[in-house]
C-alpha cells in the first residue's frame, strides 16, 4: 500500500479514534514510552462522559479533502478504568474496512494502537467540557493532529483532523451523530 493512499484512507479513521479520549503533550517523544496502568506517573483527568456510546458518521454533513468520503464508520466509547476503550470501524469508499482500537486515559502519556498500519500510538488531551485533542504518532514521530467537540446537547461529535505525511495533506470534518 502507497503512502498517499495510507494518509488518505487511514489517517482520518485513526485520528478521529484517537480524540474520543483526551489528555496530552501535543508533541510526542522520540521513544515512544506506553504507560501501562501506573498510577505514579500523571493523574489522570476525568473523561467527557458524553463521549460514551456509539456514534454513526452522518456522511452528508461531513467534508473530506481529499475524497472520497467514507461509506460508512461507526464508532463505540466504553468506560475503561480511568479513561477509554475506543473502536471504530471505518468502510471506506472502495469496500475495505478496518478496525482501530486502543485504551487511553487523560493524562498526557502515549498508548498503543492497533488495527492500524500507520499509527501506533496516541496522545489525547482534554481541553474543556466539550473539546479533545490528539496526537497520532508512528516510530516515535507526530503523524496527525485532530480535535474532537461534543455539541452542548451531547448529540453531535465533530472531529477535526489534520495530516501532512510525505506531501500528502488531509483535512476532514466529520460529524457523528449519537446512535
Known sequence: MC??????????????????????????????????????????APPDERVFGTWQLNVARSRFAPGPPYKNQIRVYER??????????????????????????????????????????IKLKKVDTHTAEAVLGHAGKQFATARRTISEDGKTMTIVVNVDFAGSQVHNVMVYDRQ
Open 80 to 121: 475503561h478504568e480511568n479513561g477509554v476503550k475506543a473502536t471504530i470501524k471505518t468502510t471506506y469508499s472502495d469496500g475495505h474496512t478496518t478496525d482501530v482500537e486502543y485504551s487511553a486515559d487523560y493524562d498526557s502519556l502515549e498508548y498503543p494502537v492497533t488495527g492500524s498500519p500507520d499509527y501506533d500510538s
Open 3 to 44: 503512502a498517499r493512499f495510507t494518509a488518505r484512507w487511514l489517517v482520518p479513521t485513526f485520528v478521529a479514534a484517537t480524540l474520543a479520549f483526551p489528555a496530552g503533550n501535543p508533541l510526542l517523544s522520540a521513544t515512544p514510552e506506553f504507560h501501562h496502568g501506573r498510577p505514579d506517573l500523571q493523574p489522570s
